[in-house]
Each structure stands twice: as C-alpha cells, then as structure tokens.
C-alpha cells in the first residue's frame, strides 16, 4: 500500500503552489495554521483556499462543547465535497468528543479526527464509527517523539484496529524529518501530512552518502569564503 502524502499548510499561495504537484494527494490545516497563514475572518478565508484547492483537504472546527462542535461542523462541511470536518478527539477539558463523532459519522460527514497519541484513543473512535462514511484519525508521532515517547506501537496498534474498516485511513501526523514519510509507509499508514519544505526534501530522496558529503563539505567552504575566514 502506497502511503498518501497531504501538505500541512493553510497560507493560499503555498496551497495554489503545492496542489499543482503530482506527489500532494491533498492537504491538513488547523486553527493555529489559519492563524499563521494571517486569516481573520475563518469562513471567508477558508473559501478563498478551496478556490485553488480541489484536493481533500481538512479544516478544523475550533468550538470546545458539543454544541458549538456541531454547529461549526455542519458550516464547514457545508463547503465543499472535498472538505473533511476535523474534530479533536477531546476538549480542552479532557472530556472525548465520541457524542459529536458518532453523530457527525452517521450523517456521512467526512471526518478528520485530530490530536490523537495512542491506540486506546484509536479504539475509543472506532467504537463510534459505521463502515461506510469517511474517517481520517491523526496520530500526532512528532509531538509524542518530542516528549521522549515511543509512538511506532500506537501506530501499530492503530493500524491494526483499523483493518476491518475500508472507510477509516491512520495518518501520521507532527512531521519532523523527511525520514518520518519511509517510516509511514513501512508501517502501513494510509496518510501523512508534511510541511511544504519537508515535502520539497522528499522530493530529492536517492541522493547517495558520497553526493551527500560532498554537498555538506562544499556548504562548509562555501560559508567559510563568505566569511573570509583565515587561521
């Protein structure tokens, strides 16, 4: 199984830029990165990004009740065919968001189910799902690996819950090196999500160790004359 890669991106020009490319199956974005993009009003700007973007992509509701969850989910999908609702998979609270999940899930809303770290989270989603409507579960590898925390097992375990559902996809998410795309696919993940100058790296895989060295040594005079270093 090929793994897909989606950009983690929500800036419009880098998303108009990566959407014309063969290897981007499709794109994540999150409150933080709408923020960062320079977004100020959600809704309008979101709808600017789906002019130029006809791939999957998923946009993250930002209420934290059931209510203002549901509400918010039924607006973004409500934007386009292409659009996955991203649901966290608790609030800020604590409390799992499985009420809201089911709901949206039975009503054939394609779902992306965020700030997932481990297999009992995975299996508590599971539980809420049919095997029909789409489901995308993000598993944050990056962010678990900052804390000292192994999460190749919870991606196993994931995985493998997931195998009786041909609707549910595992994605690897919180990228940190481009090495992270080989380790996704010998895993099994359906999906990861990489930031555009990881993607750029990606694209440049096969160089071999003698090229590598001469590239890094050939940096190293480089700077060295720019520098007018002498001893």
């Known amino acids: 199984m090929s ?4 950009c983690d991106i929500a800036d419009v020009n880098q998303i108009r830029k990566f959407s014309k490319k063969k290897i981007v199956k499709g794109f ?3 409150p ?5 993009a320079g977004a100020k009003d959600y809704q309008k700007y979101s709808k600017e990004i789906l002019k130029v973007c006809k791939k999957p992509i998923s946009f993250e509701v930002f209420g934290d009740d059931y209510n203002s969850m549901k509400s918010q989910a039924l607006i973004i999908n409500s934007w386009g065919k292409n659009v996955y609702v ?5 609030n800020s609270k604590g409390i799992f968001m499985g009420k809201i999940i089911k709901e949206l899930n039975r009503k054939n809303i394609k779902l992306n189910i965020t700030a997932v770290y481990n297999a009992h989270q995975t299996q508590k989603i599971i539980k809420c799902l049919n095997k029909k409507s789409k489901v995308i579960i ?3 590898a990056g962010r678990a ?3 000292g925390k192994d999460p190749i097992p919870e991606f196993k375990k994931s995985i493998k819950m997931s195998k009786g559902y041909k609707n549910i996809e595992i994605l690897w ?3 940190r ?3 992270n795309y080989l380790q996704a696919k010998q895993l099994g993940c359906h999906i990861i999500t990489v930031p555009p100058k990881i993607i750029e790296k990606i694209e440049k895989f096969g160089k071999s160790f003698s090229d590598l060295s001469i590239e890094t040594v050939k940096g190293f005079l480089k700077d060295s004359k720019r520098s007018k270093f002498k001893i």
């Open 3 to 6: 793994t897909k890669i989606f």
């Open 32 to 36: 933080s990165l709408m923020r960062l």
């Open 145 to 147: 690996a900052d804390t």
């Open 86 to 90: 991203k649901i966290p998979v608790i």
């Open 138 to 140: 993000s598993i944050f």
């Open 173 to 175: 998410a919180s990228v």
């Open 177 to 179: 090196e481009p090495y």
């Open 28 to 30: 994540t974005t999150n």
